[in-house]
C-alpha cells in the first residue's frame, strides 16, 4: 500500500515535470533543463564517478579539461531529458536529423533481414534507431526496466513511435521468455536496437580504453547465434539544439569454430568502436555510470 502511494506520487511529479516542459517549445525546453541539470548533477555522486572514469580513460587530460568535459555532458543529459518529454514533436520536424551514410541504409532497404543495432549513451540515444523507420524496418528496442511500473509505462509509451515491433525490459521478471521474444522478432526480419555500454558482470571481459571491462555480449550473441545482422549505430548532437547527426556501421560476425570466441572478438570490436566514437565526442557520452569496479579506482586521482 505505502509502496504504490510512493510511486504514485513519484509518477505525479514526472506529470508535472512533463507538464511544464512541454508547455515550452522545444529549444526553450531544452536550454532549460540543460541549466538546470548543470547546477543540480555535479551535487550528487556521479559527478566524481563521472571525473573518475574520466581520469582513468582519458589520463592525458587535466583536470580542468575533464571538469569541462563532464559539464558538456551534464548540459546534453539535460537536453535529452526534455527532448524525451517532447519526443513526438522532435520527430515531426526531419531537418533536425542527419544520416552520415544513407548509402548503407538504402542496401537496407533493398535487403534489410534481420539486423540488430548496438549503440552507446551518446547525443540522444534514443534518436539513433529514426533511419531504420525511414526505410520501413520493423524496429524493436531493449531498455532497462524502470522500478516504478507508473513511470516505466509513461515512459515506453513515449519511446512507442520509435519501436513498432515492441520493446523488451533488459531486467524483466520473465527472463527465458523475455529472450525468446527478443530472437523471435530478429529472426522474423525484425530490427533490434540496444544500449550495450553499460557494465555487465555477467559477460566478457573486453579492453576499453586500455582497461579490461565487462561488457554485455548480447549483440554479439544475437548476431552470432541467430545469423542476424550487426551494426553499431550513435545519434551526436550538433551544436546546442535538438540537430543532430545519425551513423551506423556494419561490423563483419566471425564465424570460426569456436562460437564463444566469436561472441567475444565481437563484443570487443563493438567496444572498440564506441570507444572510438567517445574520443571523438568525449563530452556528449555518459561517463557517470559505471563502467569498471570502484576498487580499481584506487590510486586513480579525478
Given at each position: 500500500m505505502f509502496l504504490d502511494l510512493r510511486q504514485r506520487l513519484e509518477y505525479g511529479a514526472v506529470l508535472a515535470i512533463a507538464a511544464?516542459?512541454?508547455a515550452m517549445p522545444l529549444?526553450?525546453?531544452t536550454a532549460f533543463?540543460?541549466?538546470a541539470w548543470r547546477f543540480l548533477a555535479p551535487k550528487t555522486h556521479r559527478q566524481a564517478r563521472a571525473l573518475r572514469n574520466l581520469a582513468k580513460a582519458m589520463p592525458e587530460t587535466t583536470h580542468a579539461e575533464r571538469e569541462a568535459i563532464v559539464d558538456a555532458m551534464w548540459d546534453n543529459l539535460g537536453r535529452v531529458m526534455a527532448e524525451t518529454f517532447q519526443l513526438d514533436r522532435l520527430l515531426k520536424d526531419p531537418s533536425r536529423f542527419t544520416i552520415e551514410n544513407p548509402e548503407l541504409l538504402d542496401r537496407y532497404r533493398s535487403e534489410m533481414g534481420p539486423?540488430?543495432?548496438?549503440a552507446p549513451h551518446m547525443g540522444n540515444w534514443e534518436i539513433a534507431i529514426l533511419p531504420l523507420l525511414t526505410i520501413g524496418a520493423n524496429t524493436a528496442g531493449v531498455y532497462r526496466l524502470v522500478e516504478n511500473p507508473y513511470v516505466d509505462r509513461y515512459i515506453r509509451n513515449k519511446r512507442?513511435?520509435?519501436y513498432p515491433g515492441g520493446l523488451f525490459a533488459s531486467k524483466s521478471n520473465e527472463g527465458l521468455a523475455t529472450i525468446m521474444r527478443i530472437a523471435t522478432h530478429v529472426r522474423s526480419g525484425g530490427a533490434l536496437g540496444m544500449l550495450a555500454d553499460l557494465a555487465d558482470w555477467h559477460g566478457v571481459q573486453v579492453p576499453f580504453f586500455g582497461h579490461p571491462m565487462?561488457?554485455?555480449?548480447?549483440p554479439a550473441w544475437l548476431a552470432r547465434r541467430a545469423g542476424t545482422r550487426l551494426a553499431v549505430g550513435r545519434c551526436i548532437r550538433i551544436g546546442k539544439e535538438s540537430r543532430f547527426s545519425i551513423a551506423f556501421k556494419e561490423l563483419e560476425v566471425p564465424r570460426t569454430g569456436d562460437v564463444n570466441e566469436d561472441i567475444k572478438v565481437l563484443t570487443a570490436t563493438i567496444q572498440r568502436e564506441f570507444e572510438a566514437w567517445i574520443r571523438e565526442h568525449p563530452s556528449q557520452w555518459m561517463w557517470s555510470n559505471k563502467r569498471w569496479p570502484e576498487r580499481e579506482f584506487e590510486g586513480v586521482r579525478h
Amino acid at each position: 500500500m505505502f509502496l504504490d502511494l510512493r510511486q504514485r506520487l513519484e509518477y505525479g511529479a514526472v506529470l508535472a515535470i512533463a507538464a511544464i516542459v512541454r508547455a515550452m517549445p522545444l529549444d526553450m525546453a531544452t536550454a532549460f533543463s540543460a541549466r538546470a541539470w548543470r547546477f543540480l548533477a555535479p551535487k550528487t555522486h556521479r559527478q566524481a564517478r563521472a571525473l573518475r572514469n574520466l581520469a582513468k580513460a582519458m589520463p592525458e587530460t587535466t583536470h580542468a579539461e575533464r571538469e569541462a568535459i563532464v559539464d558538456a555532458m551534464w548540459d546534453n543529459l539535460g537536453r535529452v531529458m526534455a527532448e524525451t518529454f517532447q519526443l513526438d514533436r522532435l520527430l515531426k520536424d526531419p531537418s533536425r536529423f542527419t544520416i552520415e551514410n544513407p548509402e548503407l541504409l538504402d542496401r537496407y532497404r533493398s535487403e534489410m533481414g534481420p539486423l540488430v543495432v548496438a549503440a552507446p549513451h551518446m547525443g540522444n540515444w534514443e534518436i539513433a534507431i529514426l533511419p531504420l523507420l525511414t526505410i520501413g524496418a520493423n524496429t524493436a528496442g531493449v531498455y532497462r526496466l524502470v522500478e516504478n511500473p507508473y513511470v516505466d509505462r509513461y515512459i515506453r509509451n513515449k519511446r512507442a513511435q520509435l519501436y513498432p515491433g515492441g520493446l523488451f525490459a533488459s531486467k524483466s521478471n520473465e527472463g527465458l521468455a523475455t529472450i525468446m521474444r527478443i530472437a523471435t522478432h530478429v529472426r522474423s526480419g525484425g530490427a533490434l536496437g540496444m544500449l550495450a555500454d553499460l557494465a555487465d558482470w555477467h559477460g566478457v571481459q573486453v579492453p576499453f580504453f586500455g582497461h579490461p571491462m565487462w561488457a554485455t555480449v548480447a549483440p554479439a550473441w544475437l548476431a552470432r547465434r541467430a545469423g542476424t545482422r550487426l551494426a553499431v549505430g550513435r545519434c551526436i548532437r550538433i551544436g546546442k539544439e535538438s540537430r543532430f547527426s545519425i551513423a551506423f556501421k556494419e561490423l563483419e560476425v566471425p564465424r570460426t569454430g569456436d562460437v564463444n570466441e566469436d561472441i567475444k572478438v565481437l563484443t570487443a570490436t563493438i567496444q572498440r568502436e564506441f570507444e572510438a566514437w567517445i574520443r571523438e565526442h568525449p563530452s556528449q557520452w555518459m561517463w557517470s555510470n559505471k563502467r569498471w569496479p570502484e576498487r580499481e579506482f584506487e590510486g586513480v586521482r579525478h
